[in-house]
């Protein structure tokens, strides 16, 4: 185990300024390179004390910029047009990344790392999506995943396009069963 002075918060680990112990590839391959953490030595102990304030405050700034960025983003909606069967399923999923450039299409530059994706969308329909902007900010995005632009309107309206399927099946199903009538009542 490796003990890491954090520079950031980290979800699901601390805040700025916190030391805490963690494995060493977590440290090596993620905290350290990206710049979330730095070893806890005696060195870096007395650089972080002396940066601090500053740290902090960059922090604060951030942080502010992105919470404006949030508000001025809330209710952000982007829709995808993807192949799907009649159920409803995909036949490939919506990952982070492809949720990550139809927001860069809207006018709001987000990497895939911080579209917070629990597993991938392999569904049509609307989802609701977190892209976080800051360790201590993220707002909801609204996906709206259809196999064409009409379809997409009508979830956007919120119209049950399943109701309007099996409606359709329904009267195709009673014009067969009255065509089969007829036919009976022919032969007879």
């Known amino acids: ?4 002075i954090l520079m950031q918060r980290v979800p699901h680990l601390g805040q700025m300024g916190e030391r805490v112990t963690v494995r060493p590839g977590y440290a090596r391959n993620y905290l350290l390179p990206q710049g979330k ?3 806890a030595n005696a060195a870096n102990l007395k650089r972080f004390d002396e940066e601090r304030s500053q ?6 700034k951030r942080r502010e910029e992105a919470e404006r960025v949030a508000e001025r983003m809330d209710g952000l909606s982007v829709t ?3 192949q799907a069967g009649e159920g409803g399923n995909l036949y490939g999923s919506v990952t982070s990344r492809d949720i990550a450039d139809a927001c860069k299409d809207a006018g709001l530059t987000v990497g895939r790392d911080q579209v ?6 392999k569904d049509t329909g609307l989802h609701i999506v977190h892209v976080a902007l800051h360790p201590e900010v993220d ?11 009409e379809e997409a309107d009508k979830q956007a309206r919120g119209e049950d396009l399943h109701a309007e399927q099996q409606a359709e099946e329904e009267s195709l199903e009673a014009e067969l069963a009255a065509e089969l009538s007829e036919l009976g009542a022919a032969r007879e």
């Open 1 to 4: 185990m490796i003990e890491v």
């Open 37 to 39: 953490a730095i070893r």
């Open 80 to 82: 995808l047009i993807r």
């Open 55 to 60: 740290l902090e405050a960059q922090n604060l």
């Open 139 to 149: 707002f909801p995005v609204t996906v709206n995943v259809a196999r064409t632009v």
């Open 116 to 121: 917070l994706l629990q597993h991938p969308i």
